[in-house]
């Protein structure tokens, strides 16, 4: 199972309103593993940068000039996404910018169902809490001293552990995996192991000792028709 975790910065809060994307930033995820492929690109909008926008991710209008406009990078996005399972933190907001920049270049929309929300994940999860990035980061432990700025890859790869976290824990099902001698996972996703009795015990003695089984016949002749005596 292919899932992108993804996060975006924009120049404002509605692409409606003419505000556009300036990054994009991926992790790729298979069977909730991170594979160590990602997807980053700043983006230049081809518009200016409000100064509210640019105190919030740090990127300015002189810094992306000199990026490529979504045109250029439209492809390279739509391929490294491919038909994959989307996990983003306010689904709606980031999937609203790249549908508005995909709709520009007359490219199909992505549909809403490939969105997984983590807000809607965690405010399940924990009822009444902050479900912000990160207050999850937080709740889980996990580093954010580097960010100082809001940043798409980095967020996506928080975004990521905090995602896994959400599931049950980061690659979760690991443990269990390392407990039967598992030490890879197939290209089909299957768990494998170069040791083909990796996880098997050896078969356990089940004789029965004299003692026991004489103790057993006396316990019989006390009953009137046993069971255990009848064919």
């Not at 405010?123 to 990035?133: C, E, T, V, Y």
């Not at 001698?181 to 004789?207: L, M, Q, Y």
């Not at 004299?210 to 005596?229: G, N, Q, T, V, Y």
């Amino acid at each position: 199972m292919r899932e992108i975790v993804l996060d975006t910065e924009t120049t404002g809060l509605n692409p409606k309103n003419g505000d556009r994307i300036v990054e994009i930033g991926c992790v790729e995820l298979f069977n909730h593993v991170p594979t160590g492929e990602v997807y980053h690109q700043y983006v230049n909008p081809e518009r200016d940068m409000p100064a509210e926008a640019e105190r919030v991710h740090g990127l300015s209008e002189t810094f992306l000039k000199d990026h490529p406009v979504f045109a250029e990078i439209s492809d390279a996005f739509v391929a490294f996404v491919g038909d994959a399972t989307l996990v983003i933190h306010n689904a709606s907001f980031d999937m609203g910018f790249i549908n508005a920049e995909l709709e520009r270049m007359n490219i199909e929309a992505i549909p809403m169902y490939r969105a997984v929300d983590t807000v809607s994940m965690a405010r399940k999860k924990f009822p009444g809490a902050q479900a912000s990035l990160d207050a999850l980061c937080r709740r889980f432990g996990i580093d954010l001293s580097g960010r100082e700025l809001h940043g798409a890859l980095l967020d996506a790869q928080l975004l990521a552990d905090v995602y896994l976290e959400l599931l049950g824990g980061r690659q979760h099902g690991m443990d269990l995996a390392a407990d039967a001698g598992v030490t890879s996972i197939g290209e089909n996703g299957s768990f494998t192991s170069d040791d083909d009795s990796a996880g098997r015990r050896a078969p356990r003695p089940h004789t029965i000792p004299a003692d026991e089984e004489a103790r057993h016949a006396a316990f019989l002749e006390k009953l009137k028709d046993p069971i255990w005596l009848r064919d």
